[in-house]
């Protein structure tokens, strides 16, 4: 039996017009740095690539800078001006997180200037929250503004509608590999007019903002993933699946009481189950489901293969019998109804079997 891939916020399955993209890009010789017609082949596929993101995010062009994906993107927060704080939404990415001068936010800042970091989507709940800005106007601090705000867009970009523009954001931070693009190629999306210190020094690429010669496959695949996912988006392949895993859930629930599925009553990505069976480790589920044939997670999948306690279920407010007990399942376009009850019928007895040896 074929194995089924449920493991989306992960990575997903690269996509077929960014292995194309990928591909005549191989054919490309040109440094983007260089002025002959080779050159300047390459460094249109970067610009073309960079329009594409900008179309998607809702940006300008200008505003794209390209990196190696959103964990270098976020180094950003480490360079910003002396006595500016970084305080950090406790649920978000531990890119944002492992940032220096970090602050848990609501704490209140220490420095006279700060900058407020927070996940759009969270990647292990897929729990939506609003930039400070679109709730009530109501800022933290009883402020009248940050003085930056960077969100990590990397789990909503293509799943849920976002404007770079209307978002009130300075900057933000994607990755391809996570709406089918290639793995190793990020951006930057920085407001137009603001400064910053270089993610990386030398020829001055990307604006004089990263240099480094451009990875001019990874980013062309990057665009026409990007270009890809929005067509998903807008013909409304999300809601298809947002209805595979309701169903995946209500087969669950059905099954046991004791089944908790975190964020539930909340604003979620389409696609994203956590589940938490107290008394039954996530890392252990993880593996009978492999075994089984399926692969999902114990988590974020950002953690060279550790396994620990989820720092964002903690935060919640999720006990360590519950936390530890937490898988997520992450459905895409490709996910059928038959993959999501089978999946749902090998879980239950899996847990049923672990209930019976633990009675």
């Not at 194995?3 to 916020?9: A, F, I, M, Q």
């Not at 010789?29 to 300047?40: D, K, T």
């Not at 389409?270 to 069976?277: A, E, G, H, V, Y």
């Amino acid at each position: 039996m074929k194995r089924v891939y449920l493991d989306y916020n992960a990575t997903a399955p690269l996509r077929a017009e960014a292995r194309a993209a990928m591909i005549e890009a191989m054919d490309v010789v040109g440094n983007p740095s260089s002025v002959h017609a080779e050159g300047r082949a390459a460094k249109g596929l970067i610009e073309r690539a960079r329009g594409q993101v900008a179309a998607a995010v809702g940006c300008r062009p200008q505003e794209v800078i390209f990196t190696s994906g959103a964990t270098e993107a976020a180094r950003v927060l480490g360079d910003l001006p002396e006595g500016c704080d970084v305080l950090v939404q406790e649920t978000a990415h531990d890119a944002l997180w492992a940032q220096v001068r970090m602050h848990n936010w609501p704490e209140r800042p220490k420095g006279p200037g700060h900058t407020l970091a927070m996940g759009l989507a969270n990647s292990e709940t897929g729990v939506i929250t609003n930039p400070p800005e679109q709730i009530d106007g109501q800022y933290p601090f009883g402020q009248a503004r940050a003085d930056w705000l960077c969100l990590d867009i990397t789990q909503a970009l293509g799943r849920m509608p976002f404007s770079f523009a209307w978002s009130g954001a300075d900057m933000a931070i994607c990755s391809a590999h996570k709406l089918g693009g290639p793995k190793g190629v990020g951006a930057l999306i920085l407001r137009q007019g603001l400064d910053i210190t270089p993610l990386a020094l030398g020829g001055g690429q990307e604006m004089g903002r990263r240099s480094g010669t451009e990875n001019v496959i990874g980013i062309a695949g990057f665009g026409a993933a990007v270009e890809a996912a929005m067509r998903d988006l807008e013909s409304g392949v999300w809601g298809e699946v947002e209805k595979l895993r309701n169903i995946l859930e209500l087969s669950l629930e059905e099954s046991s009481n004791e089944t908790i599925f975190v964020g539930k009553s909340e604003e979620r990505l389409p696609n994203t189950s956590c589940i938490l069976s107290p008394g039954w480790k996530g890392e252990t589920q993880v593996m009978q489901m492999d075994l089984a044939g399926f692969a999902v997670s114990a988590g974020s999948a950002c953690s060279s293969g550790k396994v620990k306690t989820s720092r964002v279920l903690t935060a919640m407010g999720f006990d360590e019998r519950e936390a530890a007990s937490a898988i997520r399942v992450s459905l895409g376009p490709e996910t059928t109804e038959d993959d999501v009850r089978r999946f749902a019928q090998t879980w239950r007895a899996a847990r049923d079997k672990h209930r019976a040896r633990a009675a």
